[in-house]
T-cell receptor, first 106, second 112 residues
Framework: RKEVEQDPGPFNVPEGATVAFNCTYS??????FFWYRQDCRKEPKLLMS???SGNEDGRFTAQLNRASQYISLLIRDSKLSDSATYLC???????FGAGTRLTVKP | DVKVTQSSRYLVKRTGEKVFLECVQD?????MFWYRQDPGLGLRLIYF???????EKGDIPEGYSVSREKKERFSLILESASTNQTSMYLC???????????FGPGTRLTVT
């Protein structure tokens, strides 16, 4: 089973900022990717899927770059409530990144 | 909504005890998973199951076993608990391989 590596963070940004996280994967045959959000002492919750064509959900955009083997998550207009740890997942490998911690400050 | 439940939120056991962690999902998912999560190490896969009575080792199966007698239930067993098994244990399920996983609330196990 192959590796998934994530930006270590932490990211500390002001409200309203745009922030981006990257996640690289080593298995070129990987097919399915997701981003999860995990709040402190809670379980991970699905944030969004990642498609080759990109995926946008409100302020959140997920992208897949197969040639360079990475996925990204862009958060626009950050809110205080976006503070959490964000995990990338290569689902068919059942492999999670270690997570990137985001703190949005007033 | 998918619902995954775990038998305990917090558990304290002594070294050498046999520990059972239960997980139940209500969405008729084929796949079920057990992970442990430790600070700085992220989620690590212990075992997974893609069908009743089927199981596969993950990255860190040593010291653990699993049981899946019914489709909705996946149990993690620590045969003889040790202090290095103190961790957060998370169960998850998915409709099929490669699909999104849904997590239970986790069991924080302390072995003293």
């Amino acid at each position: 089973r192959k590796e998934v590596e994530q930006d270590p963070g932490p990211f500390n940004v002001p409200e309203g900022a745009t922030v981006a996280f990257n996640c690289t994967y080593s298995n070129s045959a990987s097919q399915s990717f997701f981003w999860y959000r995990q709040d402190c002492r809670k379980e991970p919750k699905l944030l969004m899927s990642v498609y080759s064509s990109g995926n946008e959900d409100g302020r959140f955009t997920a992208q897949l770059n197969r040639a360079s083997q990475y996925i990204s998550l862009l958060i626009r207009d950050s809110k205080l409530s976006d503070s959490a740890t964000y995990l990338c997942v290569v689902a068919n490998d059942m492999r999670f990144g270690a997570g990137t911690r985001l703190t949005v400050k007033p | 909504d998918v619902k995954v439940t775990q038998s305990s939120r917090y558990l304290v056991k002594r070294t050498g005890e046999k520990v059972f962690l239960e997980c139940v999902q209500d969405m008729d998912h084929e796949n079920m998973f057990w992970y442990r999560q430790d600070p700085g190490l992220g989620l690590r896969l212990i075992y997974f199951s893609y069908d009743v009575k089927m199981k596969e080792k993950g990255d860190i199966p040593e010291g653990y076993s699993v049981s899946r007698e019914k489709k909705e239930r996946f149990s993690l067993i620590l045969e003889s608990a040790s202090t290095n098994q103190t961790s957060m244990y998370l169960c998850a399920s998915s409709f099929s391989q490669g699909r999104e996983q849904y997590f239970g609330p986790g069991t924080r196990l302390t072995v003293t």
